[in-house]
């Protein structure tokens, strides 16, 4: 598929070729914990039909962890992680199967395909992430993507489907981004406070100033309104419009009805590795660069070299993401490192003729070229030291 021309309009959206949607668990679980198979098939219902009229659909479906919930006996959604790992390992296979027979009694396949962040990140990875689910909406097949909870840490993972969402939708170039959730879009303010009215349309951050997203998620869901609001910004920002509305408007959300939040897109399509790496890396360690060097990396857009690395922090591997921070800490932008931080002390302000020279053509490149490389619009002066 080519890449996708951005939507203009809500109207537009029934014409969309391809779409990914993504619901939130408290939109598939009962307030107790467990799945909701009505809920599951009355979105299926919605999914088919789009897919009947020749739409493509992705579905990114959280509620594996909150489908473990009640199977394991847990009164709440666990917060240590292994316990998160084991419920969602128990609760994938019930979602999944749920969504299977749904679709199925509507003669129509899908595909489970389970991520991680490494798999937008690294370059054989989000590539073979990408023609896998190429193939599968050629063949026809409705792809139900989630995290891989059970294997991810706290280092590599998402950490919400909304940001999953966002990425996927760049990474299979959709023509819009649907978020489905337990409340009818964006608000002046937490939707059960009075005087608080939804926004209709949103066309840039001047029209969500002063907004109040501060509520939190429900029990059942890692996310909140920030979190969406989050995704949307990745989307947005790099072509992709965005619909936000409650799972029981999934319907009208799908057709360009006025419900929800419209979002439009605001920016134009950049690599997933540094969108990923814009918005949503969680960095193995930090490189601390010279005066000479932020100019070079910030302002001339160069790769880092080595000459410009002052001191190197944490543990990472070549093809990790990285900090790069001012002599002050402040991170000026993120990459991926070429070496490993064991390999990176030993280059320490050293030109690439002088290490050709010693340790051969193999260590004449740069730390981080500027093909992976990011520069962070917000800068900070404290600098979390890598785990």
Do not use: C
Not at 10 to 21: H, Q, S, T
Not at 75 to 93: E, F, I
Not at 305 to 311: D, E
Request: charged fraction near 20%; hydrophobic fraction near 45%.
């Amino acid at each position: 598929m080519s890449a996708a021309s951005p939507l203009l309009h809500r109207r537009e959206l029934p014409d969309a070729a391809r779409v990914v949607v993504k619901v939130g668990s408290s939109s598939l679980t009962t307030p107790d914990g467990h799945l909701d198979p009505a809920r599951v098939r009355a979105l299926a219902e919605v999914l088919a039909d789009r897919h009947a009229a020749g739409g493509q659909v992705v579905l990114v479906s959280s509620g594996a962890i909150a489908a473990g919930i009640g199977p394991l006996g847990l009164s709440a959604r666990p917060r240590d992680l292994a316990t998160q790992q084991a419920a969602a390992s128990v609760g994938q296979g019930l979602l999944v199967a749920q969504y299977a027979q749904a679709f199925a009694d509507r003669g129509i396949r899908v595909g489970q395909v389970l991520l991680t962040a490494d798999d937008t990140v690294r370059r054989g990875h989000y590539r073979n992430a990408q023609r896998a689910l190429e193939r599968l909406l050629d063949l026809g097949v409705v792809p139900i993507v989630n995290e891989n909870d059970t294997v991810a840490t706290d280092e590599i993972r998402f950490g919400d489907n909304d940001r999953l969402a966002a990425l996927v939708s760049h990474l299979v170039r959709a023509h819009a981004l649907v978020l489905l959730t337990d409340v009818d879009g964006l608000h002046t303010g937490p939707p059960t406070r009075p005087g608080s009215v939804r926004i209709p349309e949103v066309r840039g951050e001047h029209d969500v100033a002063g907004v109040d997203v501060t509520t939190r998620g429900s029990a059942v869901g890692t996310g909140g309104m920030v979190t969406k609001l989050e995704s949307v910004s990745i989307a947005a920002g790099s072509g992709i419009p965005v619909v936000l509305a409650s799972a029981a408007n999934a319907r009208a959300a799908l057709a360009g009805e006025d419900v929800g939040t419209w979002f439009a897109a605001t920016g134009r399509r950049a690599s997933t590795r540094l969108l990923w790496l814009a918005h949503a890396a969680r960095t193995r360690g930090r490189l601390v660069l010279d005066d000479g060097a932020v100019r070079a990396v910030v302002e001339r857009r160069t790769s880092l070299l080595p000459a410009g690395v002052t001191a190197v922090e944490g543990d990472f591997e070549a093809g990790d993401p990285v900090a790069l921070t001012a002599p002050d800490g402040t991170v000026v932008a993120r990459g991926l490192a070429a070496y490993s931080s064991q390999e990176v002390p030993g280059l320490l302000g050293r030109t690439t003729s002088d290490l050709r020279a010693e340790l051969g053509p193999g260590y004449d490149r740069a730390v981080v070229h500027r093909d992976d490389l990011v520069l962070v619009k917000r800068r900070a002066s404290a600098v979390p030291r890598p785990r």
